[in-house]
């Protein structure tokens, strides 16, 4: 009998080879074959929604975070109705960033209220507006997470939507397994890699893409954040990792660079204390630059 080497989670042995144990998906993939009762419900409050965008990373504090609030932010001061589900689970930023975390979540006849972010009105759902103070941890197992993602999809009254992003934790871990499955109905327009061109990152990157072709999700593009530096004084502008290794990834995967966001310490600031930089600095580089990654990803959803 073949001995697998590789998650088979697209097979019929899914969460049941020898290469499963261990695994923290392998509870959800033996329920793959099962009818799920929350599926249903989780297809009607997604099907309204027009665009289903996955923000993915392979390593922390590369700014994917911040590159899919102002993705949220844009898109939302081009008059789309935009939703942001943080679905990092041990780590929420997305409240700070879209300046909701003085509100929490409440329970209604239709379900989740959305907390209502001042920028632009964008919709927001994280378990950080469920703690009572920023400094408490979410300790959680898989199943807890499963489970509070799936009621993130399920319960929370989304609306009609033209995109819902979805902010996920680096790697790939429970959070991202769970994603996949409830969306698999709906069809998710895929997913962007945001990395740096540090060598570090790009490795992680490419598990990323091992990642998402083997569960079936459509790669958009990746980001590349803080690509280079402008100094304040002086406008020169100076490289912070050298860029061959990301243009060759690019070719190597046929995976398009859909832009490289510069570091502008304006909108730094402005992320910091959830301010809108897309609002109070229009004419900053880094902005322009993530209007055309709207652009870009627009036209590869649209191809």
């Not at 008059?79 to 990092?88: A, H, I, Q």
Request: a neutral charge.
């Amino acid at each position: 009998m073949e001995q697998l080497t590789e998650c088979p989670a697209e097979s019929d042995l899914a969460g049941r080879a020898s290469v499963c144990e261990g695994c923290p998906g392998q509870a959800l993939c033996q329920s793959q074959g099962r009818v799920d009762p929350d599926q249903e419900m989780i297809d009607i409050r997604m099907n309204p929604i027009k665009h289903k965008i996955l923000v993915i990373s392979g390593k922390g504090g590369v700014g994917k975070s911040t590159v899919g609030c102002m993705l949220a932010q844009v898109l939302a001061s081009q008059s789309c109705k935009v939703g942001v589900v943080d679905l990092d689970i041990c780590g929420p930023s997305i409240p700070k960033l879209l300046s909701v975390e003085e509100q929490v979540v409440v329970n209604t006849e239709y379900g989740w209220k959305t907390l209502l972010s001042p920028h632009n009105g964008i919709k927001v759902m994280s378990v950080g507006a469920m703690l009572k103070s920023d400094r408490d941890s979410v300790v959680f197992r898989g199943p807890r997470k499963t489970g509070l993602i799936k009621r993130f999809f399920k319960d929370t009254f989304w609306g009609k939507l033209d995109y819902l992003i979805c902010d996920t934790p680096p790697g790939t871990s429970d959070e991202h397994l769970t994603a996949i499955k409830v969306l698999k109905n709906v069809k998710p327009d895929g997913a962007i890699i945001v990395t740096t061109s540090q060598g570090v990152s790009i490795a992680t990157v490419r598990r990323e893409v091992n990642f998402c072709r083997k569960m079936g999700v459509k790669i958009l593009g990746l980001v590349v954040n803080m690509s280079t530096f402008m100094c304040p004084c002086c406008d020169e502008v100076t490289n912070i990792f050298p860029e061959d290794e990301i243009e060759k990834l690019s070719e190597e995967q046929k995976i398009p660079i859909l832009a490289r966001i510069p570091i502008d310490t304006r909108v730094t600031a402005c992320c910091e204390v959830g301010r809108n930089p897309v609002i109070e600095h229009p004419d900053s580089q880094a902005i322009k630059c993530m209007e055309q990654l709207v652009k870009s990803l627009s036209d590869v959803i649209n191809r």
